[in-house]
């Protein structure tokens, strides 16, 4: 049973590393995994939450780094150092054809801690300012989706990886929203509030 897993997992790697590759996605995918890409995103999180919020501004933002934070640790100091797979460039059944558009790095591969990172963030966003953003708001989840497939298209991480990365991120990031809702819900900025 797990072996029939595992070579799944390495089938849909092949499937999307190397078979559904085109050279804009060469172009792009790099550039949506990389973390500095998504800096603009974060700015405007902290405007958003400055602007309308301004009561909870500081909660909020604490909440949210406090998503990422649990996300990263969990994913790279406990998960991964119990795992110990290794990537797809230096898995011995697909490091000879792995197509790597970024450098290969030594980290163990399970979980993916950029899924795990981004879905959290996501469900926590989601969570929290759903009630006034409405479903608009769901482009959240199709950018930690985006992140996720970069991580399977660049090489860096077999679906698995990233599926796994993804739940660990859901169940932190549902846990943090339920927790910030519960103690510090999310009022508008009103007139009184208003410098």
């Keep these: ?5 595992i070579e799944s997992d390495q089938y849909v790697f092949e ?5 559904w590759n085109n050279p804009l996605m060469d172009v792009l995918m790099p550039f949506f995994r990389n973390q500095f890409t998504w800096v603009p995103v974060y700015f405007f999180l902290l405007l958003l939450a400055y602007f309308n ?15 990422f934070a ?7 100091q406990i998960i991964k150092e119990m795992v110990q797979r290794p990537r797809p460039c230096w898995n011995e059944l697909t490091s000879d054809h792995v197509r790597m558009l970024i450098p290969c790095s030594p980290a163990y591969s399970f979980v993916s801690s950029h899924a795990a990172n981004h879905a959290g963030m996501a469900i926590f966003i ?3 300012l759903y009630h ?43 846990c943090t929203m339920k927790l910030f809702n519960k103690y510090y819900p999310l009022q508008n900025v009103t007139k009184e509030d208003q410098p």
């Design 1 to 5: 049973m797990f072996k029939k897993i």
């Design 132 to 174: 006034f953003f409405g479903k608009k708001l769901g482009i959240v989840f199709l950018w930690a989706m985006l992140v996720c497939l970069a991580q399977v298209y660049v090489g860096a991480h077999f679906p698995g990886d990233v599926l796994g990365g993804a739940l660990l991120g859901w169940l932190t990031g549902y």
């Design 15 to 19: 499937l999307i590393n190397q078979q």
């Design 53 to 67: 919020f301004r009561k909870s501004m500081i909660p909020w933002i604490g909440f949210f780094l406090l998503t």
């Design 126 to 128: 989601f969570g929290t």
């Design 70 to 76: 649990l996300t990263d640790l969990i994913s790279t």
